[in-house]
Structures are given as structure tokens and as C-alpha cells.
């Protein structure tokens, strides 16, 4: 019949009806749009999954510390275990409530830890002195002179901050990652790309050709066209994925969780040790820059009954490594994520060849060999777009926000790679955080900041809310490109539907 009635499909002569054509138009845009979330969904399925195997992992080594520290303690510090219990759960707890993204100064925590157990320990180590609050408070003025837990403070400081910055920031590039995929794949397609789709995928029934494959060249440029602005995310996952890369490699070595995560128990045990040692020659320096304290009227503690002795070895061995968990993966290599390279591939089987389906300003399509280029990728090349009509100075805001997140978490990656903090706010969709981070992949970002770990406020940044538990420390290393996955989808459906 005479097409005259078609809105989308070229007129002429046609085998559609106007029900049919729109028909044909809400197939083809739900069936791109659910192989677009179900590209998203393999992706997250990864990414979910990596995250779950690395949270397992660290919280398992922090788990077994603690553990360690609850048999080993009581049998050798006695008293002086038994009434600090408290203070010894709180820093685990508060070591857990940091890992997880709670607004916590790690420094601060550990350094609250070390004045709790000085505190108590003086006390229980001269019950024959009424101390009092403001006696103590002197004391704790000259702690850092007399070092009475030895070195061990200050040195599990700086390599369990790192620790658990890496940790953190490497749990949490993953959520953010997954959860930027997951927004991206939910973008609906325009109604231009609906119209494009269209006539990519089924125009070529209404002609009575639905066996003729489209051509290589025009397939490209329609799904360039459709996902540009998602084209446009790619530099920034590859930069995301490139940082989680380096971290890994930090967790693995220089920030070895397993000898910092697993040996924390050891730490303090040696801590105490050092006090108890040097007891007599550190109360002594207490009393001459604090002066002697009154002796108390309650008697004598029971101090004699402590006992003092060395952590069992066996708990966690400092030499196991956090691979041996899993099968070390080959390190990702830095391959561009743009979609390119992928289409070309899949559409080599999806396409015919020269002589085949393509859309032309005439009025009656035919097979001729498609003469119009290939776009560029992103949104500022389409433009001059032969099959989408695509308004560049119209960006889409949630994957503008989307670009934001990653560079964020980038960011924070970076930072975590030489030792610094960067706080989270737990919120999902706030875009508040002070400054949107450079998007450097490793230790580009380094460079311009301290060597050392931070002692200053951190700053803070708004991820997505974590849900569940989360991620593989070896797995960036083999993760796939989410968006090879999702910017490829229109050619696969176009061989689903060609074949």
C-alpha cells in the first residue's frame, strides 16, 4: 500500500499500517532500553560482587584481631585487661564504624585509644596513689616526651591510617561505580533516538526487507548518535578504574592490610609490654613534671597477680597474603572505554557489507553502499549526525552528575593513594561535596598533595549509600568496562533482531 500514512519509516510503498509503524517504534525502543539496564545489571552483578568478596575479606581480618586480643589478653595482662575490656572493643568498633564510611578522624581514634589505655594503666599500676583527673590529664600532657608504649603508637598510627584509608576508598570506588552504572542504564532514549532505532531496526519490514542486515557504518552512527552523553562517561571510568588498580596494588603492598588489619592485637600487646618494662623510669618522669601524687587510703591493688607475656603466634600469620584468598587476577590493562572498537566488532556480524540496509534523504530507501562518516564519540561530535538529530548544547543532567561522581571518587582514590583522607557524606544524590576532584588515575594526583597522611580535617565528598556488603580488592584488576558493555547494546540487538 502507499506509505503516505507513515510518521517514522521513509514513505512510499509499504507493509505497514500506521498501528503496525507504532507498533514496530514502542518494540524497538523497550527492547534497547532492556538490553541497556540488562548491559547495566551485568556490570553491577560484578561490581557487587567484588565489593562483597573485599568487605569479607578485610572485616574477616579485623574479626580475627579482635579475637586474638579477647583470648590471648585476660591469660596474660590479667586486671589489666579485665577492667579496660571496654576501651579495647571501642577501638574496634570504632576502626569498624570508620571502614564502613562513618564521619570518624581515624588519627584521633587511635589517638583517643592510647590516652583511654595509658590513663587506666598508670592507674592500675600504682593503685597505692590517689590520681586524680587533673593528675592524669598532666600526664598525658607529657606522654608524647616519655613515650611509655614505646614506638608503637605513632608507627601503627601511620600505617593503620593508610591502611584504612586504602581499604575504605577501594570498598567504596566499587558502590560508587555500580551505582553509577545502574543511573546511567536507566536513562530513557530521546525522541529522536526512539525515530533512529526505529528505522535501524524495523523500517526495513515495512519494505518488505527484513531480512537485509543494516549497514556497518550507519549503525554506528545511530548508536553514537542515542548514547552520546553516555559516551561521554568513558575517559572518567577509565580513570575510575585505573585508580582502583594503583590502590589494589597499595593494599597488596606498601599498605598491606594483612600485616597492619591482622596484627593489630600483636601492636598493643607490644605496647603494653614496652609500659610495663619501663614502668619505674616512667613514673618517675610523670612525678617529676607532674609532681607526686597523695597516697590513697584504700590499700593495695592486686597487681601482682598480673602476669605479663607475649601474643601467641599462630593468630594470623603477618606473611598471609590478602591473594591468597582469591586467584590473583592479570592487572587490567588500560584499554580506551570508548565503544567504538566494540561495535565494530560486533557489527561486523551484524551488518552485510557495503551494498546493504541504509537510511538516505530520499524518499525510497534502497541497498547502496552508505556514503555519510562515522561520528566521532561523545556528545560535541554529533552535531553534524546523519541519523540522529541531537541537540549539543543540551547535555543529559543525571549522567552530567553521573561524570561528577566519578571524578569525586577518583579523587578520593588518588588521595587514598598517598595516605590521605577524604571524608564521605552518606548521601546519594548531594552534589555539595567540596570540589569535584581532578580526574587523575594514579599518582598524578599524589604529586600535588602531601606525602604524609593527613592530621587535618578531611575533607568530604557525597557518595552513594552503601546497601549490602561489598567488594574484591584483586578485582579492578580483571573488571570489565561497564560502558563496552552498555554502548555496544545497539548492535546487539540488531543482530538479535537480523538473524
Given amino acids: 500500500i502507499l506509505g503516505e500514512h507513515l510518521r517514522i519509516c521513509p514513505q512510499g510503498y509499504t507493509c505497514c499500517t500506521s498501528e503496525m509503524e507504532e507498533n514496530f517504534a514502542n518494540k524497538s525502543r523497550s527492547e534497547f532500553e532492556a538490553m541497556m539496564k540488562e548491559a547495566g545489571r551485568t556490570v553491577q552483578m560484578t561490581l557487587t560482587a567484588q565489593h562483597r568478596s573485599f568487605d569479607s575479606y578485610f572485616q574477616d581480618l579485623l574479626n580475627k584481631s579482635e579475637k586474638a586480643l579477647y583470648d590471648a589478653f585476660p591469660s596474660m595482662y590479667g586486671e589489666l585487661y579485665t577492667q579496660n575490656t571496654k576501651v579495647f572493643k571501642d577501638l574496634y568498633s570504632e576502626l569498624r564504624r570508620y571502614y564502613r564510611g562513618s564521619n570518624i578522624n581515624l588519627e584521633e581514634a587511635l589517638n583517643e585509644f592510647w590516652t583511654r589505655l595509658l590513663e587506666r594503666l598508670f592507674k592500675l599500676m600504682n593503685p597505692q596513689y590517689h590520681i586524680t583527673d587533673e593528675y592524669l590529664d598532666c600526664m598525658v600532657k607529657h606522654a608524647e616526651q616519655h613515650k ?104 597488596d603492598g606498601p599498605y598491606n592490610i594483612d600485616t597492619v588489619i591482622g596484627t593489630i592485637h600483636m601492636r598493643i600487646a607490644e605496647a603494653i609490654s614496652n609500659l610495663q618494662e619501663n614502668k ?183 557518595i552513594p549509600k552503601q546497601s549490602g556488603h561489598g567488594i574484591n580488592e584483586a578485582s579492578s584488576r580483571s573488571l570489565p568496562s561497564a560502558f563496552l558493555l552498555l554502548l555496544s547494546v545497539a548492535f546487539i540487538a540488531t543482530q538479535h533482531l537480523w538473524r
Avoid at 200 to 210: I, N
Fill in 148 to 251: 611509655p608504649f614505646g614506638e608503637v603508637p605513632r608507627d601503627l598510627k601511620v600505617k593503620a591510617t593508610r591502611a584504612f584509608i586504602a581499604a575504605r576508598s577501594y570498598a567504596q570506588g566499587f558502590l560508587v561505580g555500580s551505582d553509577v552504572v545502574r543511573k546511567v542504564s536507566q536513562v530513557s532514549l530521546s525522541h529522536e533516538c526512539t525515530r533512529a532505532i526505529m528505522k535501524l531496526m524495523y523500517c526495513p519490514h515495512c519494505r518488505g526487507m527484513s531480512s537485509v542486515k543494516p549497514c556497518n557504518n550507519y549503525c554506528l552512527n545511530v548508536v553514537k548518535g542515542c548514547l552520546a552523553n553516555q559516551a561521554d562517561l568513558n575517559t572518567e571510568w577509565k580513570y575510575l578504574m585505573d585508580s582502583l588498580v594503583v590502590v589494589a596494588d597499595r593494599i
Fill in 280 to 462: 619505674d623510669s616512667i613514673t618517675a618522669k610523670v612525678f617529676q613534671g607532674c609532681g607526686n601524687p597523695k597516697i590513697s587510703t584504700k590499700g593495695s591493688s592486686s597487681e601482682d597477680k598480673k602476669r605479663r607475656g607475649r601474643v601467641a603466634a599462630g593468630c594470623l600469620s603477618a606473611n598471609t597474603s590478602v591473594w591468597r584468598l582469591f586467584d590473583k587476577p592479570e592487572p587490567l590493562t588500560a584499554a580506551p572505554l570508548g565503544f567504538t572498537k566494540a561495535g565494530l566488532s560486533l557489527v561486523s556480524v551484524t551488518a552485510r557489507g557495503e551494498l546493504s540496509w541504509g537510511e538516505t534523504s530520499k524518499p525510497v530507501p534502497f541497498l547502496h553502499s552508505y556514503l555519510p562518516e562515522v561520528m566521532g564519540d561523545g556528545l560535541a561530535n554529533q552535531i553534524n549526525n546523519p541519523e540522529v538529530e541531537v541537540d549539543i548544547t543540551k547535555p543529559d543532567m543525571t549522567i552530567r552528575q553521573q561524570i561528577m561522581q566519578l571524578k569525586i571518587m577518583t579523587n578520593r582514590l588518588g588521595n587514598a593513594n598517598i595516605g590521605n583522607d577524604v571524608d564521605f557524606q552518606d548521601a546519594s544524590d548531594d552534589m555539595s561535596g567540596s570540589g569535584s576532584g581532578d580526574s587523575c588515575p594514579d599518582d598524578v594526583c599524589g604529586k600535588r598533595l602531601s606525602k604524609s597522611p593527613s592530621t587535618r580535617q578531611p575533607e568530604t565528598h557525597a
